[in-house]
């Protein structure tokens, strides 16, 4: 942010869901055929998202007073911007760290193929961010005061950035990404700002304006409409799998030798031939 703006770094940030959704595409983990409806929507509700978070950051638009207590802004410090701000390098920066988080999702993924085991690869991500982190703050901070650690809110952010917003929401997003993929656990990300802006209006007695209400039900729009695509994609799956599944049936066997009736045979032979032509059916089915 000291080479953009606060406003420019959050819009960036919000173009997660679309930067893994391409990842994801790119990787052949998502399958696109716009010639199907959830595919389609899932398309759509992400681009639907992405503006809504967009509408949420850069559009702010009078002052709607729907708590009677929200009326001052005294809790917002004035911000002093930056005199001389590069805005190539923070574009870069920014980029980077987006493309980087989607692909943390994406390599979550893959892993989860490999080694089913969302708490103990919640362990290892956590340990390692440990090692990593103490090693940049020992090396970027060399002020005593700022290791210090006292029983008031800086403890209790930490706490519960460390057990809340790292272990329980990696592991929970390692269960989500295993079971959905990585598309539909980045979809949610808008949705924090939304969150943000409510527990802001309550507890701190921000201002809400019309652009985040309008912001907010466009991110809702497109969540649903990317959820009720994902949904859509996997009843389809689990069907077609289903009727491949029932169309290996066992052929009827008849005994020759005990059995002289021509009419045996021939059902024999109409069964199996029903069957090959079943699953050759949902076979052809399947290609997009």
Aim: glycine fraction near 10%.
């Amino acid at each position: 942010m000291q080479y953009t703006s606060a406003t420019f770094a959050s819009a960036t940030v919000n173009v997660l869901p679309a930067v893994t959704f391409i990842l994801a595409v790119v990787f052949r983990m998502e399958k696109i055929n716009l010639k199907k409806v959830h595919s389609l929507a899932k398309v759509i509700g992400t681009g639907i998202t992405v503006s809504g978070a967009m509408m949420m950051t850069l559009f702010k638009g009078p002052v709607v007073n729907i708590l009677w207590y929200s009326h001052g802004g005294g809790h917002h410090a004035a911000a002093k911007a930056a005199t001389e701000q590069n805005w190539a390098t923070g574009t870069i920066m920014l980029l980077l760290c987006v493309v980087g988080w989607s692909s943390f999702f994406i390599v979550q993924s893959k892993t989860l193929e490999e080694y089913p085991a969302e708490l103990s690869l919640t362990s290892l991500v956590c340990g390692m961010g440990i090692l990593e982190g103490g090693v940049a703050a020992v090396i970027m901070e060399r002020r005593m005061s700022a290791w210090a650690i006292g029983f008031d809110l800086r403890l209790l952010a930490a706490a519960y950035s460390g057990i809340i917003c790292s272990g329980l929401a990696y592991y929970m997003q390692s269960v989500v990404n295993r079971a959905r993929g990585p598309v539909f656990v980045t979809a949610f990300t808008p949705l924090s700002m939304i969150i943000t802006a409510v527990l802001g209006a309550i507890v701190l007695a921000e201002q809400v304006r019309l652009g985040s209400l309008i912001g907010a039900a466009i991110i809702v729009v497109g969540l649903y409409t990317v959820v009720w695509g994902k949904g859509a994609e996997k009843s389809e799956s689990d069907k077609l799998a289903y009727n491949v599944g029932s169309g290996h049936e066992l052929p009827v066997v008849v005994d020759i030798k005990t059995s002289g009736n021509a009419a045996d045979i021939d059902i024999a032979d109409e069964t199996t031939a029903k069957s090959k032509a079943s699953q050759n059916k949902f076979m052809q089915e399947a290609e997009p």
